[in-house]
C-alpha cells in the first residue's frame, strides 16, 4: 500500500508538471503548523530559482490546479509556502484500505531480498549482562522491521565461542581435573564422559581464569596453547568444549527467550572456523596478505583517509585465528549459504573501528560484491541514575537476569495495587510488562545515544513508556467487551464527528510513513514516538467521546470501529519492537 505522503506528493508534482514546472519540487511534508495547516510543500521556494520567478507565483499557478483534485479540501498559498488539508471522504478511504491492509499500511519490499541481522553477541562459558542488553534488543526489533517489510531477514546470535576465552576456561578445568579423560592423550571421541558442569561454574571459571591468566604467565601460555589446539580441532579439547557450549547455549536461550528476542541461527564464531582456509586462499590469490611482527595482516587504508586505519590481523604469529579471521570467514559463510544483499551487525558502537577494518577487508578480497550493504548499527551505553555506565552496588556488571528480576518484581507490584484490581495470571502480566518496560525505554532513544536505566519511568503507566501503550490496549480491550463488540470483521469508518477523531485518523494513516523512514534509517525509535502518539491521540478521543452511552448508532459504531483499529495498529507496533501486549491490566 502507497504511504500517504507518496500519493499527496504524486497528486502536488502532477500539479507542478502540469504547469510546466519540474515534478521533483511537488515534495509534501507533514506540516509544522497543525494549528494553520495538515501538509504543505515547499517546492515553490527551489522551483523560483530555476526558473526565476517569484515563488508566489509559482505556488499560486500550482494551486489553482490543485483546487480541482479531490482529494484537497483547502489549498492556500502563503508567501510561497502551499498549504494543503485534505478531504474526509479522502481520509476515510485511506484509512479503510489501511485498516484491511495486511501489512497495516507497511511498504513491502519490490525484491525479496536477504539481510543477515548480527546481533546479540554474547560470549561462551560468560553470562548475560547488561552490557548484552542493548544488542539483543534493538538488533530484534531491526530484524523485525526489515522482516515487515517482506524482506527475508535471518538473525544470527554469533556466538563468542572461539578465542582464548575458550582455552582459558579448558585450561582452568584441567587443573581442576587433571583426571578426566578430556586431557589424556588418546582420547575417544565417541566415549560418554561423566562430567557436568553448570552455567553457574562456567561463570565462576571464565574471571577466575581471566584474572590468572594475567598475574601467571606461565598459565596463560598453557591456555593460549590450549586455544590453538582446540582450533586445530584436538579431540579431547574439543569434546569438552562442546559440552561448555551446550550449556551456555541453553542458559542463553531461557534469557533470550524470556525477552523475546529470538534468533534464526545460533552460529558461533566455531562456525565460521571451516571457511578460514579458504578465506586465506582468497586472500593470498589477490596478493592482499603479509607478514608483520610474524602475523599475518592485510592493510585497508584508502588514499583519501584522514585518519589512520590499521591494517587488519589475519593470523596472530602463534596462527591463532582472531576476532577478524571469524569475522571475514563469517562473511564468506553467510554468502554462500545466504547470498544477502545486506548484512547488518547491530554491535557496541565502541567496535567501530574493528567493523571497519573487516568490512574494508572483505570487500577488497571481493567476499561480497562491491553493491552489498555491510553495516555495522552501533549503539550507546546505557547508564545508572548517576549518568555513569550501569554497575550494580558493588560496582560490579549486573547480569541480565538480575536486572529482569528487579523490573519484574516491582511489576509485580504495580499489579497488585492496580486500579483495574485483575490480578489474573499475574506471572504472564507481569513479565509482559517487565519486557515492555525494559524494551520500550531502550528503544525509545535513538540506538546511537547514550541513556539513563529508570525503572520506576519505564513502569510508569503514563507518558512514553511501554506500559503506557500496554495499558492502552488494555482499556481498549475492556471498552469492547463492555460493547460485545470484540471481533469485528470488516472495519468501516465512514464519518468523522469530532475534531479528536481526525487528529487520530491522520496520525493513523500516517504511520506507513514513519515506518518507512524507521526502515530507511535503521531507527526504531520513529516506531516507538509513533506508537506513544496514536495513543495519547487516542486518550483524547476517548475522554472527547463517551463511547459506551453514546445514543447515536451510528456515531457508535464507528467510534468502535476506530478503537479496533488503534488497536490493531498499536498491536503491530509493538511487534515490530518485539513487544507483546497483555489483554487485561
Ligand atoms: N562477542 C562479541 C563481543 O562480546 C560481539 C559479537 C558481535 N558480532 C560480530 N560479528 N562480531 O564483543
Given at each position: 500500500?502507497?504511504?500517504?505522503?507518496?500519493?499527496?506528493?504524486?497528486?502536488?508534482?502532477?500539479?507542478?508538471?502540469?504547469?510546466?514546472?519540474?515534478?521533483?519540487?511537488?515534495?509534501?511534508?507533514?506540516?509544522?503548523?497543525?494549528?494553520?495547516?495538515?501538509?504543505?510543500?515547499?517546492?515553490?521556494?527551489?522551483?523560483?530559482?530555476?526558473?526565476?520567478?517569484?515563488?508566489?507565483?509559482?505556488?499560486?499557478?500550482?494551486?489553482?490546479?490543485?483546487?480541482?483534485?479531490?482529494?484537497?479540501?483547502?489549498?492556500?498559498?502563503?508567501?510561497?509556502?502551499?498549504?494543503?488539508?485534505?478531504?474526509?471522504?479522502?481520509?476515510?478511504?485511506?484509512?479503510?484500505?489501511?485498516?484491511?491492509?495486511?501489512?497495516?499500511?507497511?511498504?513491502?519490499?519490490?525484491?525479496?531480498?536477504?539481510?543477515?541481522?548480527?546481533?546479540?553477541?554474547?560470549?561462551?562459558?560468560?553470562?548475560?549482562?547488561?552490557?548484552?542488553?542493548?544488542?539483543?534488543?534493538?538488533?530484534?526489533?531491526?530484524?523485525?522491521?526489515?522482516?515487515?517489510?517482506?524482506?527475508?531477514?535471518?538473525?544470527?546470535?554469533?556466538l563468542g565461542d572461539w578465542g582464548l576465552p575458550m582455552g582459558l576456561v579448558i585450561a582452568e578445568i584441567k587443573e581442576r581435573h587433571p583426571e578426566l579423560p578430556y586431557f589424556k592423550e588418546n582420547f575417544d571421541e565417541s566415549q560418554e564422559v561423566d562430567f557436568v558442569v553448570t552455567a553457574e561454574e562456567l561463570n565462576e571459571i571464565y574471571p577466575f581464569a581471566s584474572k590468572k591468566s594475567k598475574e601467571d604467565e606461565e598459565f596463560r601460555a598453557i591456555a593460549q596453547k590450549i586455544t590453538v589446539e582446540l582450533q586445530n580441532l584436538n579431540k579431547g579439547y574439543y569434546a569438552l568444549w562442546k559440552k561448555m557450549l551446550q550449556v551456555s547455549k541453553d542458559d542463553f536461550k531461557k534469557m533470550y527467550d524470556t525477552l523475546n528476542v529470538h534468533f534464526e541461527l545460533w552460529y558461533g564464531e566455531s562456525d565460521a572456523d571451516q571457511y578460514i582456509d579458504e578465506l586465506l586462499k582468497i586472500l593470498d590469490n589477490k596478493n592482499l596478505t603479509y607478514t608483520s611482527n610474524g602475523a599475518l595482516v592485510v592493510d585497508v587504508q584508502n588514499e583519501d583517509d584522514k585518519v589512520q586505519i590499521p591494517p587488519v590481523m589475519i593470523k596472530k604469529s602463534d596462527n591463532s585465528s582472531n576476532y577478524a579471521t571469524t569475522d571475514l570467514a563469517t562473511i564468506l559463510q553467510r554468502q554462500k549459504d545466504y547470498n544477502p544483499s545486506e548484512i547488518w551487525y547491530v554491535v557496541d558502537s565502541r567496535q567501530s573501528l574493528h567493523f571497519n577494518q573487516v568490512f574494508r577487508c572483505a570487500k577488497k578480497a571481493e567476499i561480497v560484491s562491491n553493491d552489498t550493504n555491510l553495516e555495522h548499527l552501533g549503539f550507546g551505553t546505557m547508564n545508572g541514575k548517576d549518568g555513569k555506565p550501569f554497575k550494580t552496588r558493588d560496582g560490579g556488571v549486573m547480569k541480565l537476569e538480575d536486572l529482569y528480576n528487579t523490573v519484574y518484581e516491582k511489576a509485580v507490584e504495580r499489579l497488585k495495587e492496580s486500579e483495574f484490581g485483575n490480578i489474573e495470571n499475574i506471572e504472564e502480566k507481569a513479565s509482559k510488562i517487565t519486557v515492555a518496560a525494559i524494551k520500550f525505554g531502550d528503544l525509545i532513544n535513538h540506538r546511537l545515544k547514550d541513556y539513563i536505566f529508570d525503572i520506576d519511568k519505564f513502569l510508569a503507566s503514563k507518558g512514553k513508556t511501554g506500559v503506557f501503550l500496554l495499558y492502552t490496549i488494555a482499556r481498549i480491550n475492556s471498552l469492547l467487551s463492555k460493547l460485545e463488540q470484540n471481533e469485528s470483521s470488516k472495519i468501516a469508518i465512514n464519518n468523522i464527528y469530532s475534531d479528536t477523531e481526525k487528529q487520530l485518523l491522520l496520525k493513523l494513516s500516517l504511520s506507513g510513513e514513519v515506518f518507512k523512514n524507521s526502515f530507511n534509517e535503521k531507527a526504531p525509535n520513529y516506531i516507538c514516538e509513533n506508537a506513544y502518539e496514536i495513543a495519547s491521540l487516542f486518550s483524547n478521543f476517548y475522554n472527547d467521546n463517551h463511547i459506551i452511552s453514546e445514543s447515536d448508532a451510528d456515531k457508535k459504531q464507528v467510534w468502535v470501529n476506530i478503537c479496533q483499529i488503534v488497536k490493531k495498529m498499536l498491536i503491530k507496533h509493538l511487534d515490530i519492537l518485539g513487544i507483546e501486549h497483555v489483554n487485561a491490566m
Amino acid at each position: 500500500m502507497n504511504t500517504l505522503i507518496n500519493i499527496l506528493t504524486e497528486n502536488v508534482s502532477n500539479a507542478f508538471e502540469k504547469c510546466g514546472y519540474d515534478k521533483n519540487y511537488g515534495k509534501v511534508i507533514v506540516s509544522d503548523r497543525q494549528d494553520l495547516c495538515e501538509f504543505q510543500c515547499n517546492g515553490a521556494f527551489m522551483a523560483a530559482k530555476q526558473y526565476r520567478k517569484a515563488p508566489q507565483a509559482i505556488a499560486t499557478e500550482v494551486s489553482a490546479v490543485l483546487t480541482n483534485e479531490k482529494i484537497f479540501k483547502k489549498v492556500d498559498v502563503v508567501s510561497g509556502f502551499l498549504n494543503l488539508a485534505i478531504e474526509d471522504s479522502f481520509l476515510l478511504n485511506y484509512i479503510n484500505e489501511l485498516a484491511e491492509d495486511k501489512h497495516l499500511g507497511i511498504q513491502q519490499a519490490e525484491k525479496q531480498e536477504t539481510i543477515v541481522v548480527d546481533y546479540g553477541g554474547p560470549n561462551c562459558a560468560k553470562p548475560l549482562h547488561i552490557g548484552h542488553l542493548r544488542a539483543a534488543i534493538i538488533g530484534e526489533a531491526l530484524k523485525r522491521l526489515a522482516a515487515s517489510t517482506g524482506r527475508n531477514a535471518i538473525g544470527d546470535v554469533h556466538l563468542g565461542d572461539w578465542g582464548l576465552p575458550m582455552g582459558l576456561v579448558i585450561a582452568e578445568i584441567k587443573e581442576r581435573h587433571p583426571e578426566l579423560p578430556y586431557f589424556k592423550e588418546n582420547f575417544d571421541e565417541s566415549q560418554e564422559v561423566d562430567f557436568v558442569v553448570t552455567a553457574e561454574e562456567l561463570n565462576e571459571i571464565y574471571p577466575f581464569a581471566s584474572k590468572k591468566s594475567k598475574e601467571d604467565e606461565e598459565f596463560r601460555a598453557i591456555a593460549q596453547k590450549i586455544t590453538v589446539e582446540l582450533q586445530n580441532l584436538n579431540k579431547g579439547y574439543y569434546a569438552l568444549w562442546k559440552k561448555m557450549l551446550q550449556v551456555s547455549k541453553d542458559d542463553f536461550k531461557k534469557m533470550y527467550d524470556t525477552l523475546n528476542v529470538h534468533f534464526e541461527l545460533w552460529y558461533g564464531e566455531s562456525d565460521a572456523d571451516q571457511y578460514i582456509d579458504e578465506l586465506l586462499k582468497i586472500l593470498d590469490n589477490k596478493n592482499l596478505t603479509y607478514t608483520s611482527n610474524g602475523a599475518l595482516v592485510v592493510d585497508v587504508q584508502n588514499e583519501d583517509d584522514k585518519v589512520q586505519i590499521p591494517p587488519v590481523m589475519i593470523k596472530k604469529s602463534d596462527n591463532s585465528s582472531n576476532y577478524a579471521t571469524t569475522d571475514l570467514a563469517t562473511i564468506l559463510q553467510r554468502q554462500k549459504d545466504y547470498n544477502p544483499s545486506e548484512i547488518w551487525y547491530v554491535v557496541d558502537s565502541r567496535q567501530s573501528l574493528h567493523f571497519n577494518q573487516v568490512f574494508r577487508c572483505a570487500k577488497k578480497a571481493e567476499i561480497v560484491s562491491n553493491d552489498t550493504n555491510l553495516e555495522h548499527l552501533g549503539f550507546g551505553t546505557m547508564n545508572g541514575k548517576d549518568g555513569k555506565p550501569f554497575k550494580t552496588r558493588d560496582g560490579g556488571v549486573m547480569k541480565l537476569e538480575d536486572l529482569y528480576n528487579t523490573v519484574y518484581e516491582k511489576a509485580v507490584e504495580r499489579l497488585k495495587e492496580s486500579e483495574f484490581g485483575n490480578i489474573e495470571n499475574i506471572e504472564e502480566k507481569a513479565s509482559k510488562i517487565t519486557v515492555a518496560a525494559i524494551k520500550f525505554g531502550d528503544l525509545i532513544n535513538h540506538r546511537l545515544k547514550d541513556y539513563i536505566f529508570d525503572i520506576d519511568k519505564f513502569l510508569a503507566s503514563k507518558g512514553k513508556t511501554g506500559v503506557f501503550l500496554l495499558y492502552t490496549i488494555a482499556r481498549i480491550n475492556s471498552l469492547l467487551s463492555k460493547l460485545e463488540q470484540n471481533e469485528s470483521s470488516k472495519i468501516a469508518i465512514n464519518n468523522i464527528y469530532s475534531d479528536t477523531e481526525k487528529q487520530l485518523l491522520l496520525k493513523l494513516s500516517l504511520s506507513g510513513e514513519v515506518f518507512k523512514n524507521s526502515f530507511n534509517e535503521k531507527a526504531p525509535n520513529y516506531i516507538c514516538e509513533n506508537a506513544y502518539e496514536i495513543a495519547s491521540l487516542f486518550s483524547n478521543f476517548y475522554n472527547d467521546n463517551h463511547i459506551i452511552s453514546e445514543s447515536d448508532a451510528d456515531k457508535k459504531q464507528v467510534w468502535v470501529n476506530i478503537c479496533q483499529i488503534v488497536k490493531k495498529m498499536l498491536i503491530k507496533h509493538l511487534d515490530i519492537l518485539g513487544i507483546e501486549h497483555v489483554n487485561a491490566m
